[in-house]
């Protein structure tokens, strides 16, 4: 059998004439007298009613408060030294024999400074598609990622001795077919298409085909992917693995493989104390401080591994998100794209400053 319980009134938050609590001289009291019989029910009625609304109270602040350790940046590509280039997904560039594409779903990607200057207008990016090219000093593997420089007769320059996209229009005459090709010219003045690899046969071009766009360079998808959000379950791919809760729940993953450490992040650690809630924080748009694991030393392999990461050849990708949850479910993270060491001090757990190769 339950009790019907009057949820007491304060005189602070109510505009109700009878409240049953007052604050005078700084000391929360009651207004009102109780029978000592009734005084433990009474009280633990009480806590139980103030863990609530202090309960209530933490979820709306956290929801509410933007958290003081993030910094309000205006994120655009320029202040992010990135250039959006189109992408079109459904231009396949094929690596093999001609393959028909279409340019019919434009998106784009941002590149960081470190692939030169790029501009909109003249480069933009694309599949490869087969293997043809995937032979000698740089290989072009089936699914890269090709930064192309569109060729006019204004920049067309000279052909010879780069590695082509090459048009023509298909038999049916109402789309185009597409070819990724080495231009070498014969001593008779013709050109030949060569394929990198050797289980190719090179292809002599004719007066249907023409020169689309200038190859510039292979593209890493994690350059595409600085800026964008991703689930926990997506990050994996990113770096060639599959997702499992065991290795990708932590916030420390070591992929021993790919010479990589990935770092993922909650700024807002609800649930935690004020003031070990944000010792994950910015310190500047291109300066983050981190700190470890309690398990981790300066001395420790995982210590020295964030330490000594550049001498060791080891990438460190940061990806950020400022709660765990987002409208119920478990919230994205932002990939900031690699880091650098600069500083630490502690141990157990590590503080540790990064800088970011794109703020």
Not at 119 to 146: C, E, T, V, W
Request: charged share 20%; aromatic share 8%; net charge neutral.
């Amino acid at each position: 059998m339950s009790e019907k319980v009057r949820v007491p009134q304060t005189g602070g938050n109510s505009t109700s004439k009878n409240s049953d609590f007052r604050i005078k001289d700084g000391r929360f009291e009651a207004v009102f007298t109780l029978a000592d019989g009734h005084r433990q029910k009474f009280e633990l009625m009480v806590q139980e009613i103030i863990d609530y609304r202090l309960a209530a109270y933490e979820i709306r602040r956290i929801q509410a408060e933007v958290p003081s350790n993030v910094i309000p940046f205006v994120r655009s590509d320029k202040a992010n030294n990135l250039t959006s280039l189109p992408y079109f997904p459904n231009l396949k560039i094929a690596c093999g024999h001609f393959k028909t594409g279409t340019v019919d779903a434009e998106e784009y990607r941002s590149l960081p400074i470190s692939y030169g200057h790029v501009d909109p207008h003249r480069h933009f990016i694309a599949r490869a598609s087969g293997n043809s090219m995937n032979g000698g000093k740089h290989p072009i593997q089936d699914g890269d990622y090709l930064l192309l420089e569109h060729i006019t007769s204004t920049n067309a320059g000279s052909i010879t001795g780069s590695v082509m996209a090459i048009e023509r229009q298909d038999d049916a005459g109402d789309g185009f077919q597409y070819l990724l090709r080495h231009i070498v010219k014969t001593p008779g003045g013709s050109y030949v298409l060569h394929a990198t690899n050797p289980d190719y046969q090179d292809m002599d071009a004719t007066e249907d085909m023409h020169t689309l766009a200038r190859f510039k360079a292979v593209v890493n998808p994690l350059d595409l992917a600085v800026g964008q959000s991703f689930k926990r379950e997506d990050i994996a791919p990113l770096f060639g693995e599959t997702f499992n809760s065991g290795s990708w729940n932590a916030g420390h993953v070591t992929l021993a493989s790919k010479n990589a450490i990935v770092l993922l992040v909650t700024l807002n650690k609800q649930g935690k104390v004020a003031d070990h809630r944000y010792l994950d924080h910015w310190i500047d748009d291109s300066t983050f401080h981190w700190q470890s694991q309690n398990s981790t030393t300066p001395i420790n392999k995982r210590g020295r591994d964030i330490i000594e990461h550049e001498q060791k050849g080891l990438a460190i990708h940061l990806f950020v998100r400022e709660s765990r949850l987002h409208n119920g479910k478990g919230a994205p993270f932002v990939y900031h794209g690699p880091v650098r060491y600069e500083s630490h001090e502690g141990s157990s757990p590590m503080s540790v400053v990064f800088s970011l190769a794109t703020p």
